[in-house]
């Protein structure tokens, strides 16, 4: 979705090297998401955030850091990159709860296109 | 956290109709099920989402039967561009805490 945008797209670096993914999106959403995926593992969440001063770990933080600088912007840190966490790392966002017909809430996350690592 | 449970992969030919199946035998009471779709180095799109019964959209439908400890995708008439992997995920989004799993690669063979 070209309204998520990641930067780098691609990164090759060195163990123990500090390393920052950013996501940007224009869509206005207040939710973001990082990711991370690795082959045969599906994606697995990291940390997210539901505004800028509401940050929370997701199932495997450790070794991450985040910043939320603004509803626009959420940023991924590796402090001392290791080569296990090398992998593709995916950011999403979601508007925030919406109530259905049904009374439930639900919240839809669209995806950006995407940072691939590589830890030497 | 509720956890699904899917085929690993699928193979179909262009014109078939595909379902798959996920198994969510601990989805809570306030638990969606929504099925993502993704191609190779792309982030996942949502396809469609529900909590009971059947959902239809333009490109899929879901049916979940009342007991909600499962799900099936349907893909009617797929073609080769449908070949990609498939979550099921379940969870309550409020949380924040959906759970991706592993997908299920579809196939789409001419």
């Known amino acids: 979705d070209a309204d998520v945008t990641q930067t780098p797209r691609n990164r090759i670096t060195k163990t123990g090297k500090r390393i920052m993914l950013e996501c940007s999106q224009t869509k206005g959403h207040d939710r973001m998401y990082w990711y991370r995926q690795d082959p045969g593992l599906g994606l697995r969440l990291i940390y997210y955030s539901f505004d800028v001063k509401d940050i929370n770990k997701g199932e495997i933080s450790d070794g991450y850091s985040v910043s939320r600088q603004a509803q626009a912007k959420f940023s991924l840190s590796l402090e001392s990159a290791i080569p296990n966490q090398t992998a593709l790392y995916f950011c999403a966002t979601s508007p925030g709860i919406r109530y259905g017909t049904s009374g439930r809430s639900t919240d839809t996350q669209y995806f950006g296109p995407g940072t691939r690592l590589t830890v030497l | 956290l509720a956890k699904t449970t899917q085929p690993i992969s699928m193979d179909s030919y262009e014109g078939q109709e595909v379902n798959i199946t996920c198994s969510h035998n601990?989805?809570?009471?306030?638990?969606?099920i929504t099925w993502y779709q993704q191609f190779p180095s792309q982030g996942p799109r949502f396809i469609i989402q529900g909590y009971k019964t059947k959902v239809t959209n333009e490109v899929a439908s879901l049916f979940i039967p009342a007991d909600r400890k499962s799900s099936t995708l349907s893909l009617p008439r797929v073609s080769l561009s449908d070949t990609a992997v498939y979550y099921c995920l379940v969870g309550d989004e409020g949380r924040g805490n959906l759970i991706f799993g592993k997908g299920t690669k579809l196939s789409v063979k001419p």
């Open positions: 601990n989805i809570a009471t306030n638990d969606y």
